[in-house]
């Protein structure tokens, strides 16, 4: 199996051509690029977009959603819910932190029955978390998506917290491995000043997370078989842009190790 490990470049704008898509689309020909999905938005488009996806203005956010969505949301997507009652079938699995900042659909311009979704505390990956690990399984051996993303994001409480040293109760077990990743990275989280290393933890997050996604047996063999991509992103709440993350090329003996390792049959 040719390798799938993202190239050496830290990040960069997803906007742009990605070296990423251009690797992985040797192994994929018949799959979307995940960069196809971010298109700029015209005039018209944004037009379209307030008036189908903001609620007005109200102290009872809730109330007020519920109203729109009967009244102005919910008939602007008519055509699409009548596909959509029939099944999904969407390209992208996210795995995403639950900060309120980062709406994966909104984020990419994409649609209702694009993305299945997996968010959760500064979108740590667990090798036991039988949540994330349900979603995956299903994403990949049922719904056959074509990517899967891991999207950490700026401004991250979980991260920051990993970067303290208070007690956090039941948070403190979930946050061990971004714990684990900041050990093992001291040296470089101490020479950057406070959001620059909540910045840099949250992409060692982001890189620890598809390493571990990718020693799942049905992700590496939907890898091998159809050429499943996994990509990494940063999110910046301050900007609302996205950016890859790429750790380095893995060498034929790491890709070696992990098959006979992980995949099973």
Known sequence: MASMQLPKSLLRPILSESIVSRHLQRHSCHHTPLSTFIKPTTHRQTQTNNMSTTPPKSTDKLQS????????????????????????????????????????????????????????????????????????????????VQQIVICGHTSCGGVNAALGDSKLGVLDTWLLPLRKLRAQNLGTLEKLDKKSAVSKLAELNVL?????????????????QRGLKVSGLVYDVATGLLRTVDGDEESQEEIKARLTAFKTA
């Open 65 to 144: 959603g519920l109203e729109y969505n009967k009244s102005h949301w919910a008939p602007s997507y008519a055509e699409k819910f009548a596909s959509l009652g029939n099944g999904q079938q969407p390209q992208i699995l996210w795995i995403g932190c639950s900060d309120s900042r980062c709406p994966e659909t909104t984020i990419l311009g994409l649609n209702p029955g694009d993305v299945f979704v997996h968010r959760n505390i500064a979108n740590i990956i667990h090798e036991g978390d039988l949540s994330s690990s349900c979603v995956i399984d299903f994403a990949v051996g049922a719904l056959k």
């Open 208 to 224: 620890d997370g598809m390493a571990k996604i990718k020693e799942k047996s049905v992700v590496l063999e939907a890898m091998e």
